[in-house]
């Protein structure tokens, strides 16, 4: 078993931030990679511009869309996504952290779902959004990163997670990318629970 689900959040900044990782991930990734980013109610572009920016194809997804090898899928406005077994599920429940779609319902629900497949992606973004969530996937044996707070456009994010003692790797976004692919081929570690990294 490896690495095959690959989940991330980001806020302010992370439009370029976002583009950046797509623009890097191989055609043939062996992973699906879900993510979301604090959006208006309105429309959202972003699908189309990680489309462009890698080999990718992003979209929006429908409720209940199988987990697929290869693609990437974007919290729609106005909804949590969430993983569910197999598939991904879009939920109008409260608004987390201020925001829906947030960026731990999708984590916490990687984690219970896919337990140590999982690799939690923590990007630029101001407050704490991602943190809770990131410590849900180290405790089921996935991996965290975050992007060092020093680059990010906004750090609270990372910073609030790195506080947390809930991260793995905290790495420059252009080294992102090239961990996630070796992360991916690398087999996931079989162990179940993991205790938060010390202070």
């Not at 959006?39 to 199988?66: N, T, Y």
């Not at 101001?126 to 990131?134: N, P």
């Not at 609270?156 to 793995?168: H, K, L, N």
């Amino acid at each position: 078993m490896h690495h095959d689900l690959i989940v991330i959040g980001a806020s302010a900044g992370g439009v370029e931030a976002l583009r950046r990782v797509a623009r890097e991930l191989p055609r043939d990734l062996r992973a699906t990679v879900l993510v979301v980013l604090h959006i208006s109610r309105r429309k959202s572009l972003l699908p189309v511009i990680l489309s462009r920016a890698g080999r990718l194809q992003a979209s929006h997804p429908e409720d209940g869309a199988s987990l697929e090898y290869g693609r990437i899928y974007v919290a729609p406005p106005d909804r949590h996504m969430i993983v569910d077994g197999g598939v991904v599920r879009l939920v109008d429940t409260i608004a987390e952290n201020g925001v829906r779609p947030a960026v731990d319902p999708l984590f916490r629900s990687a984690a219970r779902a896919c337990g140590n497949r999982v690799i939690g992606v923590l990007l630029t973004g101001a407050l704490d959004d991602g943190t809770a969530g990131m410590g849900a996937i180290r405790a089921a044996g996935g991996v965290t990163i975050v992007q060092d707070p020093e680059e990010a456009l906004a750090p609270g994010m990372p910073r609030s997670a790195i506080a947390s003692g809930s991260v793995d790797y905290v790495l420059p976004l252009r080294d992102i990318p090239p961990r996630l692919r070796a992360l991916v081929e690398e087999q996931a570690a079989a162990v179940t629970r993991r205790r938060p990294l010390p202070p």
